[in-house]
């Protein structure tokens, strides 16, 4: 099973997924994490300390090659991969970025979506930007600001892929969050006939 999580920076989707990762593994259940970042993070970092303000479009064609180039990887790793695929972001997160920054969504993206197989689940962890923000300054790795991550929700929203996300409320915390979303895996393990591994998983979670 493949499972994409997504959301705007400080929704704690990496959190989650590493917790989720974890708590199959220790029920027994195969499970993998897969990061699929970008750099923006570090260039953000960059572009503050030093005072350089990066264009728009050369920053997306550096996080786009970076973040294609791992989401390749990720895909042969979880086609080869036997249990549970996390994947911590995607191309989709790239592509909303896009809308954030109003460039233009292009071409490529897309194509190499309807390429690649399709995941099982895509999550979108839905936060309120201003607490996003306050997750963001508490871990002090990075700089957003909240009209930044309004415009990033904006951009996830108006994907046309969306209506294939299913929202996960993320503003608790992170032990509510892991248990709601060990319980939407396992709504789509039962469907696909996976339903023993994902009551192992939620039972791991909630105890």
């Known amino acids: 099973m493949l499972i994409v999580l997504t ?3 400080g929704s704690g989707k990496t959190t989650a997924a590493r917790a989720t990762v974890d708590a199959a593994r220790a029920s027994g259940q195969d499970s993998l994490l897969l990061r699929n970042y970008a750099g923006r993070q570090w260039m953000t970092v960059m572009s503050a300390k030093y005072g350089i303000r990066i264009p728009s479009w050369l920053a997306d064609a550096a996080e786009t090659a970076v973040r294609t180039a791992n989401v390749l990887i990720s895909h ?13 972001r995607h191309l989709y997160c790239q592509l909303a970025l ?3 920054r109003g460039l233009p969504r292009g071409r490529f993206l897309p194509l190499l979506l309807r390429m690649l197989p399709e995941p099982d689940l895509i999550i979108q962890f839905v936060v309120d930007p201003e607490q996003a923000h306050r997750r963001i300054m508490l871990r002090g ?26 929202e996960l409320p993320a503003g608790g915390t992170p032990d509510e969050v892991l248990s709601a979303l060990t319980r939407t895996i396992d709504a789509a393990q039962k469907r696909s006939g996976t339903w023993t591994r994902g009551r192992t998983l939620l039972r791991r979670a909630r105890g």
């Not at 790795?141 to 299913?166: I, M, N, Q, W």
Request: net charge negative; aromatic share 12%.
């Open 76 to 88: 042969v790793r979880a086609h080869r991969f036997p249990g549970l695929a996390v994947m911590d």
């Open 98 to 100: 896009r809308e954030a």
């Open 7 to 9: 959301g705007i920076d």
């Open 141 to 166: 790795t990075d700089a957003e600001t909240v009209e930044e991550l309004s415009a990033f929700s904006a951009g996830y929203r108006a994907l046309p892929e969306y209506s294939k996300f299913v």
